[in-house]
């Protein structure tokens, strides 16, 4: 009886050993995790919920003193603010001066969605700020690629400075100083009672990703968190396609529109809705935790290669279609093949490591995906910790917009 109790103690040692031995991603940083909408109530009770859902980030809204005093709780529970009040325009160096020095300053919010007119504003207002404050940045977020105001009688080459959305792009860049692109595509909507993609969707990220590396400023992406009009309650699924797919595109921060929708007309589900948690705030804490358990990939990279597979490939005019036997760009990857339904598949470099990140491009239905690799290739797992791929059978099921990830260093 006691040689099988010692053996047991032996076999848990060992267990235990072979768990903490385990290799981890390093992390150098962390993708940001953006709250538009944020806390209206300010009080650190409200920001530690959005700090707990795995937020660092939240807009303000509201009188310079009135932001201050949201900004104190915020450096409470160590949540940075990006301020938004109309002083800042009228009376910039005394805004400035006054919450420069504040340590839960993330930066100053400007602008939402400006069409290319704007521009020239927009970078003297930039140009203002930086006169007394380069530590901070400067906040504007673009429009989509569907952006249309013809309601308004403004026609798309108005609206976008140019004849293309990529030209739009190039004009903000060259015309406003800023740190880095943020822009808003919303891509799942529904139509007839049916769920599906805007067509355009993966046209609007080549197009940003293209700007970024011409600019070597990053990008800020957003994610859909509300259910609004055309738009649903946001699943499990719907949020991993967009924060995946973004990442995947060379995003390094995450934006959600909106984590508190409560104040605007026709929208509900978002994370806090009239003051209280709905089930998308357990879920975008679920897939929080997966970007911060992941920033060693995505934080830092930079994008070799985005191609895409299956039946179907969106916006064929910009995106390029997987090689899926011995792709030269992929030489430890011998075959990945995807089900029809297809697959985001980009090559991410970070000093010697590769990363193959594939990204499931249904939001409701498993895809089948075989992968044969040579010895060298590793499998990173949602916890960030690293395993031989070899450990798993080569034809796998990725989750509804899910992404599995490989590595191995470059030689």
Known sequence: MKVNVYLMIALLAGACLNVFSQEKLKKEGEIAIVAYGGVPEGTTERLRELKEAGIDICWAWGSLDETLKVMDNAHKVGVKIMLSCPELETETERVVKRVMNHPALAGYVLSDE????????????????????????????LLPNYATFHQLGVDDEKLYGAPSYREYLEAFVKEVPVTFISFDHYPV???????RLREKWYANLEDVMAVSKKTGLPIWAYVLSV???????????????????????GA????????NGGGYEDYHHSPIDHGKRTVVYDRLKL?????KNLSGVFYGSTVAKVWHSGEYTPSPWLTARFQEENNPAIPPVKLLKTSDGGAVISLLEKGKNRFLVVVNRDHQHPMQMTI????????????GTIVPASLYASTTEVDPGDAVIYMWENK
């Open 114 to 141: 400006p069409g290319a007119s704007m521009f020239a504003k927009l970078g003297e207002w930039v140009k203002r700020i930086q006169a007394f404050d380069t530590k901070h940045f400067c906040y504007i977020n």
């Open 189 to 195: 909507i529904v139509e007839e009672g049916k769920s």
């Open 227 to 249: 259910a609004h009009r055309i738009y649903p309650i946001p699943t499990v699924g719907e949020l991993r396609l967009q924060i995946y797919s973004n990442l995947a595109y």
């Open 252 to 259: 390094q921060a995450l934006q959600y529109f909106a984590y």
């Open 287 to 291: 897939v929080n935790n997966e970007v």
């Open 372 to 383: 044969i690799t040579d010895d060298s290739v590793k499998k990173v797992q949602k916890d």
